[in-house]
């Protein structure tokens, strides 16, 4: 990440922009609107400086290096999971696991799930096994 820090005025200046949606010291959320129109922008072949430029986001605040390093994250997320993978998900994803108590039913399933996995494992390793014996033999 950069070391470029945003002073309050700069922070601003930048929430002023419709295709802001948070700023703070460190870093810029864009909407997910602005990340989807960069995308297609992107495929038409134009450069992330224009594009950003384009939406009224000034590169010389911003940093030419967040730009390219928001351009090639939103390329990789995009390539990956779609239009899916543009969206910020940090407020309804927490990383955090559930902590409820699962019913009975939910534990057998699990554990079933974990059995058949292991299953799976130890007759791949069987085949890997039987395949190393075939090919020492020729």
């Known amino acids: ?31 997910d609107a602005f990340k989807r129109h960069f995308i297609a922008e992107y495929e038409k072949g134009k450069v992330p400086r224009e594009i950003f430029e384009k939406a009224g986001l000034d590169i010389e605040l911003i940093g030419l290096e967040r730009v390219k390093s928001a351009g090639k994250r939103w390329r990789k997320a995009y390539h990956k999971s779609g239009v899916e993978g543009l969206q910020d998900t940090r407020k ?45 033999k020729k």
């Open 1 to 31: 990440m950069t070391k470029l820090y945003f002073t309050r005025e700069q922070q601003e200046q930048l929430k002023c922009n419709p295709n802001v949606q948070a700023v703070s010291e460190k870093a810029i959320t864009y909407t």
């Open 92 to 136: 309804i994803n927490s990383g955090r696991s559930s902590e409820r108590e699962l019913s009975l039913e939910e534990k057998i399933a699990r554990l079933e799930a974990k059995t058949r996995l292991l299953e799976a494992e130890n007759e791949l390793l069987k085949k890997l096994d039987l395949l190393e014996r075939q090919m020492k």
